[in-house]
């Protein structure tokens, strides 16, 4: 394994998510011990992850009540890499990978392993999402990095009290969508509030040392989804085909955002 995450030598990338989402399994516990069994040799330590619902009205919050449902996470033996099962699909997530390919490798076999255990699933939706750390050098700018026309920070931060803003931007593709948003503040950045709750060994880019709270940085989470118009059969050789896609079209968005000299620091290959 090397550092970063991903093939290049100096990748921004803090933290990978994929997600098969499918119809609901209710009777997902009859299954567990066989996906237990069936995942750990390769994902040896297991959690099993509990929910709540918050019931609130217009008064406020109101109580919290334990949800019936539990999902399963399966995670290597470093615990950078994990499999969670859940009873509306499944999500592979990472901290450290050589590359995509080894990344997708991992989703791949998952999603086999799904579907030989559990017969009649349906998906509906499909996510891969990359999130980026960006962190200059001192003295210069996330924008000497990223294309200046993300910036969502203007001069109104005598009012508002805060260096922190986002801007977002959601190009409609075949089939789904390309969501790009950028997080321009200062100091350590951190994952965005969905993904902020999880059990996996940080990254390093999430423990930079030495990082100076005014030091400007910037987050780019980019996140293909693809919908399906009607239910179809989780099929591994769909799962492939449309991964190997959203893949390519979050690869071709990065490339065209990063600057001459983010190639440069962060060895593009």
């Known amino acids: 394994m090397t550092e970063s995450l991903g093939a290049w030598t100096n990748a921004p990338l803090a933290y990978v998510l994929a997600e098969v989402r499918t119809e609901q399994v209710s009777d997902l516990s009859e299954y567990k011990a066989k996906l237990s069994a069936a995942f750990r040799s390769e994902y ?33 033996p470093d615990n950078h890499t994990a499999i969670i099962i859940r009873p509306h699909g499944l999500v592979l997530h990472a901290t450290k990978y050589n590359d995509s390919v080894e990344f997708l490798r991992r989703l791949y076999s998952a999603v086999d392993v799904v579907t030989k255990e559990i017969p009649a699933i349906y998906v509906n939706r499909l996510g891969l999402r990359y999130v980026d750390f960006i962190i200059p050098h001192i003295g210069e700018q996330p924008e000497d990095y990223i294309d200046r026309r993300l910036n969502p920070v203007v001069p109104i931060v005598e009012t508002t009290g805060t260096p922190r803003a986002m801007s977002l931007a959601v190009y409609p593709v075949t089939n789904g969508a390309l969501t790009l948003r950028y997080v321009r503040g200062r100091g350590q950045p951190e ?79």
């Not at 996140?223 to 179809?232: A, N, Q, S």
Request: glycine share 4%; no cysteine; net charge neutral.
């Open 191 to 269: 994952l965005p509030p969905d993904l902020a709750t999880f059990a996996l060994e940080k990254s390093p880019l999430m423990k930079k040392e030495g990082l100076a709270p005014d030091q400007p940085t910037a987050i780019l989470d980019t996140d293909r989804v693809r919908e399906f118009g009607k239910r179809e059969p989780l099929d591994s050789a769909m799962v492939r085909r449309e991964f190997t896609s959203m893949r390519g079209d979050i690869s071709n968005a990065f490339r065209s955002l990063i600057t001459e000299h983010a190639r440069k620091m962060w060895g593009a290959k």
């Open 44 to 76: 040896p330590i297991q959690r099993t992850l509990h929910s709540a619902k918050f019931v609130a009205t217009s008064t406020g919050l109101q109580h919290v009540e334990p949800d019936q449902e539990s999902a399963w996470e399966f995670a290597t």
